[in-house]
């Protein structure tokens, strides 16, 4: 691991060099109570896009896996976490980089599209659709769950999920609840139709979290959908036609 002072945060990272040659970079966004590493590294996301001809980047959000964990939900809205992505780039002088989040990360980088467009090749959005617009993320029920006293103290499938999900990765019980609290934020229909990059939508078919693909693709003037077949909120973040599907994409992205 490596890290970096994003404006005062200590940022955990890694910077993986292509299989082959010099190849264009991008720069992958983790989920709620994930990690750089449980998201992408063994999901072989990282082995997959090297392997691929890209240069891989990969941080853990602030409050998760190596990176500086802060207590105040403020510290966690989406475009402070957007910011953290495009100091990342700042610090390794990468001029533009196509960038993918999935869930959380996704909404990440639909705020880091706003803000720092420039700094961007392409957009990936997995794990999230029409709830960018709809929906505020998951609910502030999973707040509660991290802060009951014990898995079993829990009897919602999503709160006893995404509990039992966050003690597996060894996570920050008190900074997960803050970042729940602190990010947030919607896009509107208009922000989202702003958003001019090329964006591949990927959700899984059995997704009860995410909302539509294809619903908040058709708001956006230059967005493809990618459905998963089969496939849930955990288990569309690894599978193979989500991968296919995106080399496929970044093959033919400008």
């Not at 919607?186 to 939508?201: G, H």
């Amino acid at each position: 691991m490596r890290y970096f002072n994003s404006d005062g945060v200590s940022i955990a990272y890694i910077d993986v060099p292509p299989h082959e040659g010099q190849g264009d970079p991008i720069l992958l966004i983790h989920g709620f109570a994930s990690t750089h590493a449980v998201n992408w590294v063994n999901t072989l996301w990282v082995k997959t896009l090297t392997r691929a001809g890209y240069r891989v980047i990969a941080f853990d959000n602030r409050g998760h896996g190596q990176s500086e964990k802060l207590y105040d939900p403020v510290a966690y809205d989406s475009y402070r976490m957007a910011e953290d992505g495009r100091r990342l780039l700042d610090h390794l002088g990468i001029e533009r980089a196509d960038v993918m989040g999935y869930s959380m990360g996704a909404r990440i980088a639909a705020h880091m599209a706003l803000a720092s467009p420039d700094r961007m090749r392409s957009m990936l959005l997995g794990g999230l659709g029409i709830h960018l617009v709809e929906g505020v993320g998951l609910p502030l029920g999973i707040a509660d769950a991290m802060e009951v006293r014990s898995l079993g103290d829990l009897t919602d499938p999503m709160q006893r999920m995404f509990r039992a999900f966050a003690e597996q990765n060894g996570s920050d019980l008190k900074a997960l609840a803050a970042c729940i609290r602190g990010s947030r934020q919607v896009l509107s229909k208009a922000e989202v139709a702003s958003i001019t990059l090329p964006t591949l939508i990927s959700v899984g078919t059995a997704d009860d979290v995410s909302g539509s693909g294809p619903e908040l693709a058709a708001l956006m003037p230059n967005a493809t959908a990618l459905d998963i077949p089969g496939r849930d909120h955990n288990l569309a973040v690894g599978d193979k036609a989500h991968k296919q599907g995106v080399l496929d994409f970044l093959a033919g992205r400008p």
